[in-house]
């Protein structure tokens, strides 16, 4: 070994490491960072392809009323859904309604206008491409659930009206009709009409540390019955959460329910890409009885 007589020490070269900062889907994340293959092809293709499956959904248009075309399709049980569009865009505004009556009654309540003051990106080509693209993003990373509030570890949550897209902190759900997309860590049940007063939540009393419904309670159903079941599943202390801004009809059902300490909390939404307001209650009155 040669001796070092002037204590010099060798130079340590540390490697540079090169990050590019391409966004070639151009949705405001840059490519390292996000959920979709990296491509440097990728440009407006899709966009036109978003436009011309809009101009496909007004073919089959058997009704139009206030502007807005009604069509029909076959769910997978053999019964008929109808859907609204909007006959300028050919974006959906109403999904899976189970007659021509109740979807001409909620055009004509006004309820779209609601919708379109809550989510005007949903109502224009572009914003709703946009939706479209995080959409696909929030199913590749979360498995076609919504992904809210952090997951509580051993905590039973059951999502009611949960649709194709359950919380991702859910344990149980329920909804009318079957789901398309298979949930095999979900304890799913379906059958359950949540308008009737005479519905009960197949489960028993004091069973859930939380019981959430999005887009359901207070606006596809509004009813004293589900308001008094979701109280009784509810374990003492435990927590429920809507959307915010549900029904002026559907709060004071919570209230007469039981439900106690109504406050707002907010979450980021990844898939509308903004921080949304919800509903949140609490059942801390023990002694209540139904």
Not at 87 to 103: A, F, R
Not at 194 to 223: M, W
Request: one cysteine or more; charged letters at 30%; proline letters at 4%.
């Amino acid at each position: 070994m040669i001796p070092n007589y002037w204590k010099v020490r060798p130079i340590k070269i540390k490697p540079i490491k090169l990050h590019f900062n391409f966004d070639t889907d151009r949705d405001g994340v840059r490519d390292r960072f996000d959920c979709r293959p990296f491509d440097f092809w990728r440009q407006d293709d899709d966009y036109d392809l978003f436009k011309k499956q809009l101009q496909e959904n007004l073919k089959d248009i058997i009704k139009v009323v206030n502007g807005y075309g009604i069509y029909k399709d076959k769910y997978l049980d053999g019964s008929m859904l109808y859907y609204a569009v909007d006959m300028n865009t050919g974006l959906h505004v109403l999904n899976n309604y189970p007659s021509l009556k109740e979807i001409e009654k909620t055009i004509r309540s006004g309820e779209i206008e609601k919708i379109k003051q809550r989510m005007p990106e949903m109502f224009d080509i572009k914003g709703a491409y946009e939706l479209e693209k995080r959409y696909h993003k929030k199913v590749e990373k979360y498995g076609n659930k919504s992904k809210r509030f952090s997951i509580g570890k051993g905590k039973r949550v059951l999502d009611v009206g949960a649709g194709d897209s359950p919380d991702i902190r859910a344990t149980h759900a329920i909804d009318l009709q079957k789901p398309y997309e298979k949930h095999s860590d979900i304890d799913y049940k379906y059958g359950y009409d949540f308008n009737k007063e005479s519905t009960n939540l197949p489960y028993p009393s004091n069973y859930f540390d939380v019981v959430i419904s999005y887009g359901a309670y207070g606006r596809n159903f509004i009813s004293r019955k589900i308001a008094n079941e979701m109280y009784r599943v509810l374990k003492p202390r435990g927590r429920f959460e809507t959307n915010a801004g549900t029904d002026n009809e559907s709060i004071p059902l919570l209230q007469e329910a039981g439900f106690q300490d109504l406050h707002y909390e907010n979450y980021y939404d990844e898939y509308l890409g903004k921080n949304i307001k919800i509903l949140v209650a609490k059942k801390w009155n023990t002694n209540h009885t139904i």
